[in-house]
């Protein structure tokens, strides 16, 4: 009986183990397509740099070079918060790496239990049946004997 409800414990443990991983695997993704998105920013506010050089060179009005600069510092900003929202989603990978990982070693412990009481339980067997081969032996013994 006791080793059907340690069965059971594993499973539940192994079960909420990939149940963690899985969360683990989902907050993976969604930093990488933050990084992504980030990066993505940081393309587009160089290639709005470089189209302000450009401009400038060619010769560009006040209100124009405002217009831009407004831009890209608007880019900028979507960059900082993007940058914020990727730290965050770095914390939650992290945090949910070492719930898996916690989770794992539990359900390996667990894992680990279950050998050594099975290989405890095939000592017995293994002793019982020496046993009754002794007797068996020592049985023949005596009849020969006799």
Do not use: P
Not at 2 to 22: G, I, Q, T
Not at 86 to 114: D, P
């Amino acid at each position: 009986m006791a080793a059907d409800k340690l069965n059971l414990l594993y499973k539940l443990e192994s079960e909420k183990e990939e149940s963690l991983r899985v969360n683990y695997m989902q907050a993976q993704h969604h930093l990488n397509d933050n990084q992504q998105k980030l990066a993505g920013l940081n393309d587009f506010r160089l290639e709005y740099s470089q189209q302000l050089h450009l401009k400038a060179k060619q010769g560009l009005t006040s209100s124009g070079l405002i217009q831009y600069q407004a831009f890209i510092k608007k880019i900028e900003d979507a960059m900082q918060q993007q940058a914020k929202t990727v730290n965050t989603a770095k914390q939650v990978v992290e945090q949910r790496k070492k719930l898996w990982l916690a989770q794992q070693v539990k359900a390996k412990a667990i894992e680990k239990l279950i050998e050594k009481k099975q290989l405890q339980l095939q000592k017995q067997r293994d002793k019982a049946e020496q046993k009754m081969l002794d007797e068996f032996a020592t049985n023949q013994f005596m009849r020969r004997r006799a």
